[in-house]
């Protein structure tokens, strides 16, 4: 309850500050006029940026065959979870929904996870710093700069991935020896847990021994182009004149932003407040900015609510059927 508290109060606290610098009357102005051919192919980019998800996460799954419109509607579910549940647990509801409907194990439904996160991280950071060398005047950055720490990151995120299940498997021995130090090893929660992520270590490993590693990184490039796509769209739709490379560079600040260690609701604040400093950057004005980031949110929102509520009552009338 005071996680949930916490959550409330960063999230309005973010929200409140960007209200001082926009209208409720301007909000609803700019939703009111969005074009409806943008809206349909942003929507359009929405759809099929979570089929190829779907699609990436069904390279990653290795104990079972799951059909891909249940990975579609499982997938469209995980995404409406990320944008109301508190303190990042949306998250979780990934491998808890392949759990309930697909039969996965929760540890297998994790690791699946990590590793669709580590491709995402990769793909954002090498867009990310691709679009940045177009405002170096900006950053005051020199280019080999740009280059030698896109070599570090990239390096950095290789190494996580590749030795994952070895770092899980040392984090499980340093609990067992913690444990054993504090005179708790006969703990059961603390077994429980070690069980948990040795589990999720020998999922990792089965991953990485599909060698799915050409086919999940084009399926998440394809999905974040298409991501971007949806932020373009939508922009153009409030009647933003703006260019596509303005666009990758202003929502990436957004994503960075939103995926901070802020325990607020979903990614309500987060997003917009990254979102308007990246469109600060590549020069719209400040309320255009402000605006333009709540009313992409919203609109996104709206039509993951209804994704998702089809979602839902197929899988469950499909499971009352089996």
């Known amino acids: ?11 309005a606290g973010i929200i409140f500050f960007l209200f001082t610098q926009i209208s409720l009357k301007d909000l609803y102005a700019l939703l009111k006029s969005i074009d409806p051919l943008w809206a349909i192919l942003g929507s359009a980019g929405y759809f099929l940026a979570i089929l190829f998800r779907a699609f990436r996460f069904q390279r990653l799954i290795h104990s079972k065959d799951i059909p891909l419109s249940e990975l579609f509607r499982l997938s469209i579910l995980y995404h409406l979870s990320l944008m109301v549940l508190p303190s990042k647990l949306g998250e979780l509801s990934y491998p808890y929904l392949l759990n309930k409907f697909s039969g996965m194990t929760i540890t297998e439904g994790m690791a699946s996870l990590i590793a669709s996160r580590v491709y995402d991280f990769f793909i954002v950071l090498m867009i990310f710093l691709f679009a940045s060398i177009g405002f170096q005047d900006f950053f005051q950055i020199d280019l080999f700069f740009i280059i030698l720490l896109s070599a570090f990151l990239i390096g950095l995120t290789f190494l996580f991935f590749f030795y994952m299940s070895d770092l899980l498997r040392l984090f499980t021995n340093l609990m067992e020896k913690m444990s054993q130090w504090v005179g708790a090893k006969e703990s059961k929660p603390i077994q ?28 998440s490039l394809i999905s974040w182009i298409l991501v971007f796509w949806m932020f373009y769209a939508f922009v153009r739709g409030f009647g933003i004149e703006i260019s596509f490379f303005k666009v990758v560079f202003g929502s990436t600040i957004a994503i960075l ?31 255009k900015a402000i605006a333009t980031g709540f009313g992409v949110h919203i609109v996104i929102f ?6 998702s509520l089809i979602s839902w009552v197929t899988l469950n009338l499909e499971r009352q059927e089996q």
């Open 192 to 219: 429980w847990v070690q069980r948990k992520i040795h589990e999720i270590a020998e999922d990792f490993y089965a991953i990485k021994a599909r060698r799915t590693y050409l086919s999940v990184t084009v399926t």
């Open 1 to 11: 309850m005071k996680r949930l508290l916490i959550s409330i109060l960063i999230t």
């Open 302 to 307: 709206l039509i993951s609510t209804v994704m």
């Open 257 to 287: 932003a939103n995926a901070l260690p802020i325990s607020g609701i979903g990614n309500w604040g987060t997003l917009e407040a990254g979102w308007a400093a990246g469109f600060l950057m590549v020069g719209l004005a400040k309320e």
